[in-house]
């Protein structure tokens, strides 16, 4: 039995541990594992056979990360990489909401995997608590060394996460450390700030957070603001933060409980897959809609 392995997204740190224990776990069966990467330079797919002695154990859960394939050209290749990966028996999706899949021949198993939490009909996806934490952490570095100077005026920190338009990454990070969010730059956001600007003003408060994503150029905000003395600093909190080396303690929970799951499905021979976390259990959806199935 040939599996293969292709990772969307970000991530990385919890994947590597279904990524580690697929391989450990099939090691006595008769089946080969390959991740699928891309070429970044000519676009092309790639096949990497993956055994357990392709890694050192020096390196630890680490080694297995398999590089994020990007979503554009896998659906811009969709018909050519069917082709290719018409010899796997299983491919397993690590993340990938709109991947194209409807051309692949192969039974699939879509993991929930992602930073913004939002697969439908999953309570969490792998990789969310994570970015959440990160985001926090750093906002919050920042307010330590803004809390201690004093600019005799307001200081409006515009930070900027991965993503576009109204996620929950967004909403639950702002509501998180007490910032203002942003989602389009529309007049009404744009006047409940002023009206926010003004009662820091009122309060003597000298700081501020104004959450937003790739939905909004932050250097674009400021003009609408030139009524106000404002001290204006943008702060980026860029995927490789998000995704970080280090998942926290929940996110190792649902990648060990996600782990078993891909594990028992991959020796099975039911039918392709979605994975959801529903009451902290995780469960497989069998009548699929995502990628085309």
């Given at each position: ?76 290749k969709s018909l050519v990489i069917a082709d290719e990966l018409s010899a796997l028996d299983k491919v397993i999706v ?200």
């Open positions: 039995m040939k599996i293969g392995v292709v990772h969307f997204g970000w991530a990385s740190a919890g994947t590597a541990q279904i990524v580690r224990s697929l391989i450990e776990g099939l090691s006595l069966q008769e089946a080969t594992i390959y991740g699928i990467e891309c070429n970044r330079v000519s676009k092309d797919i790639e096949l990497k056979e993956m055994t357990k002695k392709s890694f050192s154990s020096s390196l630890g859960s680490e080694s297995y990360v398999l590089s994020t394939f990007p979503l554009d050209v896998w659906n811009e690590l993340g990938g909401n709109e991947v194209e899949t409807k051309h692949l021949s192969s039974k699939l198993l879509h993991v929930p995997v992602s930073i913004f939490n939002n697969v439908e009909g999953s309570q969490f996806t792998l990789g969310y608590d994570t970015a959440l934490n990160a985001i926090v952490e750093n906002i919050e570095c920042v307010r330590d060394t803004a809390s201690s100077l004093s600019y005799g005026k307001v200081r409006v920190f515009k930070v900027q996460i991965p993503g576009f338009g109204s996620s929950k990454l967004l909403i639950n990070s702002a509501l998180a450390v007490e910032a203002e969010v942003m989602t389009k730059a529309s007049e009404e956001e744009i006047e409940h700030f002023k009206q926010h600007i003004r009662m820091k003003q009122a309060n003597q408060e000298e700081y501020t957070f104004i959450l937003m994503n790739h939905s909004i150029d932050p250097a674009s905000i400021d003009g609408h603001f030139d009524e106000f003395d404002l001290d204006w600093r943008t702060v980026d909190i860029d995927d490789s933060q998000c995704g970080g080396p280090y998942p926290t303690a929940f996110d190792r929970v649902i990648a060990n409980k996600l782990k078993n799951a891909v594990i028992e499905w991959s020796l099975s021979n039911e039918p392709s897959a979605q994975l959801l976390i529903q009451d902290n259990q995780v469960e497989f959806k069998t009548n699929l809609v995502l990628g085309g199935i």
